[in-house]
């Protein structure tokens, strides 16, 4: 019996050793195997490479169920994610009796680790609200905004804060705006490029929260000449100061949030070029483990939005993940500019010049040039200029050249893809359920 103590020592030592001092998880919401694809299509096709995301070792297939429906939400997997529990769909930080649970993030704080929490959309929205709020429901703002406050996280940066300032939807504790409750507790509050900018001037803050404005970033597609911090250059910042407050290690968790909003909206292109910047971020956070060994990233999806599909029967087997190229602005921002010529009475000629820079669609081109329209897609697009549904028709016609088709405008119950890298990745694979997650990562703790 004697003999075996030293061996049991050796192998806790080696386990210790190979603990990951950081973690990154990116989630990419409403991220799962399809756009994982369609994003690698178009990125080999247009740019020549594949995505950072896929080309991580280890994968694993996740199950994203919650605990009420097959189809989860995004507060449910949050809290699955983050907290290692299966939550009903709605619910953040609590179990189905309602019981606060603890995420990863907030077990890393009570660890002495560092903990920043980082997303493309509102900061008080579902997913990043699933590692440090406790509340029967996402649509509880103001009271998740105060669970940011109190969390004592190190960094938050992303969207505004939805409710900032409301007495409504049943508070019981109203402490006025939260941007300066925040304030008052240890935080550097600031927004826009100018604050965002000044942040790096010494002495750096103890505790950041940054916002770029009081809604999402725009979408990746629409960002053209606009300077708000991106999601590549908020990892970079919050990896750096994460990692420059002391050496014990931190927890950083990246959204690229507005991929579920663009499947919701059944729109390929804007989808995947949120797709390309979460990559692009996740690309941020390879060259800092490579750098830093002892850093484990890890990407996945909380849940399939849209039911992407890799086909459409107009194509037949083909698939022209390229031509979505052409497209230059969210059909969102395409809908604001053709109604507002509408309002001024402006012809259809305008509004194809605007087809043209918008979508690449063609009116007058060579007939085998794949965007150039047929007369009856043009004869429709007018008819739905007078609807006032040229935004959607222009968006179909878009995608059917492309050959992406879609099922739903919802979630959906298809398994998320998680791919790993750094120590102790190889435990990310197989088949995992999503809480399992949670469970990995505390375990280092």
Not at 40 to 67: C, D, I, Q, W
Not at 89 to 99: E, F, I, R
Not at 286 to 292: D, G, I, R, S, V
Request: with cysteine; proline share 3%.
């Amino acid at each position: 019996m004697k003999a075996i103590v030293p061996i049991l020592l050796l192998f806790g030592t080696v386990a210790l050793a190979d603990t990951p001092r950081n973690v990154v998880l990116f989630i990419g919401d409403g991220m799962s195997t399809p756009q994982r694809i369609v994003a690698e299509e178009f990125s080999r096709k247009v740019y020549g490479e594949a995505l950072a995301m896929n080309a991580l070792p280890f994968h694993a297939t996740t199950f994203t169920y919650s605990r009420s429906s097959l189809v989860t939400d995004s507060a449910a997997a949050a809290t699955a994610i983050a907290c290692g529990e299966k939550a009903t769909n709605g619910a953040v930080g609590v179990d189905a009796d309602g019981k606060r649970l603890t995420s990863c993030a907030e077990a890393a704080r009570d660890t002495g680790r560092n903990v920043g929490i980082v997303t493309s959309v509102t900061i008080n929205h579902a997913t990043p609200a699933g590692f440090y709020a406790h509340q029967q429901s996402r649509s509880m703002l103001y009271q998740i905004g105060l669970d940011l406050v109190r969390s004592r996280f190190d960094l938050f940066l992303g969207g505004g804060l939805d409710d900032a300032n409301s007495k409504t939807n049943g508070v019981a504790e109203y402490v006025g705006d939260l941007y300066e409750y925040a304030a008052t507790n240890g935080y550097c509050v600031a927004s826009g490029r100018k604050e965002f900018n000044e942040l790096f001037k010494a002495p750096m803050p103890n505790r950041i929260w940054w916002r770029s404005g009081e809604k999402a970033l725009p979408y990746a597609i629409d960002a053209q000449g606009d300077d708000t911090p991106r999601l590549p250059e908020l990892t970079r910042f919050a990896l750096d100061f994460l990692n420059s407050k002391d050496d014990n290690g931190f927890f950083l968790m990246v959204e690229g949030g507005r991929v579920d909003w663009a499947g919701h909206a059944n729109e390929a292109a804007t989808n995947l070029r949120d797709m390309l910047e979460l990559d692009n971020a996740v690309k941020v956070a390879l060259k800092f483990q490579k750098e830093h060994p002892d850093t484990l990233v890890i990407v996945t999806g909380d849940h399939e939005t849209g039911g992407m599909s890799l086909g459409f029967a107009g194509t037949g087997y083909a698939f022209y993940m390229e031509r979505l190229a052409t497209q230059t602005c969210s059909t969102e921002k395409f809908r604001e500019r053709y109604l507002a010529l509408k309002d001024k009475g402006a012809p259809f000629e305008e509004i194809a010049a605007l087809l043209t820079e918008c979508y690449g669609f063609r009116f007058d081109g060579d007939k085998g040039d794949p965007m150039t329209l047929t007369d009856s897609e043009i004869q429709s697009l007018k008819q739905n200029y007078n609807h006032g549904t040229l935004d959607d028709k222009a968006r179909r016609l878009m995608q059917e050249r492309a050959g992406v088709g879609w099922t739903s405008g919802a979630h959906t119950g298809l398994p998320a893809l998680t791919t790993s890298i750094g120590p102790c990745a190889e435990r990310f694979l197989g088949l995992l359920d999503n809480t399992d997650i949670a469970r990995i990562i505390k375990s280092f703790w």
